[in-house]
């Protein structure tokens, strides 16, 4: 069992304690790639550009981040295993990628009313 395979099990037990340099091992180890940004890590499967998050620079990290890195892989396992089944679309692996991208919606729409909320404060 390769070094991100032991830990992606250990992040499915306990999402809790998990820095940037694990998550970074995590996502590298699955092909990610990576991007810096000004105060975030953004990580997007080559393959599967659908597959995005991003990392936040601190040592330790909130238990979201480990949940989604989990989330994220297990999408791209199931992706990746489709591929190898029917090259061709397959209604769940499209059921998938649109419960991906409402993630990516929702989150665009909070990030946007905060912003307001902030320009109202001034």
């Known amino acids: 069992m390769a070094a ?6 250990k992040m499915r037990v306990s999402s809790a304690g998990w820095g940037q340099d694990d998550l970074r091992r995590l996502y590298e180890g699955y092909g990610f790639a990576r991007r810096e940004g000004a105060n975030h890590t953004f ?6 550009p659908q ?6 620079r601190h040592n330790e990290l909130p238990n979201g981040y480990a949940q989604t890195a989990v989330v994220l892989v ?9 591929a190898e089944i029917a090259p061709v679309e397959t209604e769940s692996s499209r059921v998938t990628t649109s419960a991906t991208s409402a993630k990516t919606v929702s989150n665009k729409k909070r990030k946007a009313k905060n912003r307001s909320r902030k320009g109202k404060r001034k």
Do not use: F, G, I, R
Not at 51 to 56: D, Q
Not at 74 to 82: G, M, N, T, V, W
């Open 4 to 9: 991100h395979e032991k830990l992606l099990e």
């Open 51 to 56: 597959l995005t998050a991003s990392v936040a």
């Open 74 to 82: 297990a999408l791209l396992l199931q992706l990746q295993e489709q």
């Open 43 to 48: 990580y997007q499967h080559p393959d599967h």
